[in-house]
């Protein structure tokens, strides 16, 4: 049982490239998220999805799409990076949004 | 609207001391609340949660944290450090409402010395 993995562990982009952050779980949850990390700001929500085909907006949504056409797979999309998107990213699942959230082991990207 | 607040952004302990991580939320409905710990380049484990039971709530690793409604606080106890212990420490709020999010305070380091 790996719980929630995260592919890549680490990036280094260029301004403009694009690229796409996988989070799968093995838990069966209905519920997953992405969340950027940045030093004071604590975690912030970007996208999250209550089920297969289904996903939402978060806080920070601008910039980033995501896509659900599995259960257990949720991914991030940066189409066209920018510095303001060096950050650490995680994903996250839950069976409901009351219940507890875990957690990958996050991706750390850096935008040059 | 929620909102959590941690009233201190790094506490230091002497290792074998008590430690005390202050939490206090905003919430127009019941929430539900969570400590979670992340230690160096690691992702999130969650500590303890609260869900309108006991309003006394124990976690791993000797943790524990108080639900004070009348105070709107939910602050995180150990009585005494360990130096495995320091990490960074979130407080998170869910509204329990569907289409809702967690909403993470911004987070304490807590620092160890031997």
Redesign the interface.
């Known amino acids: 049982n790996a719980g929630?993995t995260q592919t890549p562990k680490f990036r280094v982009l260029k301004t403009g490239q694009s690229m796409t952050l996988l989070c799968a779980q093995d838990m069966n949850h209905e519920y997953m998220?992405w969340y950027r990390q940045d030093p004071?700001?604590?975690?912030?929500?970007i996208h999250?999805s209550?089920g297969e085909g289904t996903t939402?907006k978060?806080?920070v949504p601008d910039g980033y799409n995501v896509s659900r056409l599995k259960k257990q797979n949720f991914l991030l999309g940066l189409e066209s990076a920018a510095p303001s998107q060096t950050s650490v990213y995680?994903c996250?699942s839950s069976y409901f949004?009351?219940d507890?959230?875990?957690?990958?082991?996050?991706t750390r990207l850096t935008v040059l | 609207a929620q909102s959590v607040t941690q009233l201190d952004s790094h506490v230091s302990v002497s290792e074998g001391t008590p430690v005390l991580l202050r939490c206090n939320y905003s919430s127009s409905y019941s929430p539900s609340l969570f400590w979670y710990v992340q230690h160096p380049n690691k992702g999130l484990q969650l500590l303890l949660k609260y869900t309108s039971a006991a309003t006394l709530v124990k976690g791993i690793n000797g943790f524990e944290a108080e639900f004070k409604k009348s105070e709107t606080s939910f602050h995180l106890t150990k009585p005494s450090a360990h130096m495995s212990d320091a990490a960074e420490y979130f407080c998170v709020v869910s509204p329990n409402q569907a289409g809702t999010a967690l909403i993470f305070g911004k987070g304490t380091t807590l620092s160890v010395s031997s």
């Open positions: 929630v998220y004071g700001m604590g975690l912030r929500l999250y209550v939402a978060g806080e995680f996250a949004y009351t507890t959230q875990y957690f990958g082991p996050g």
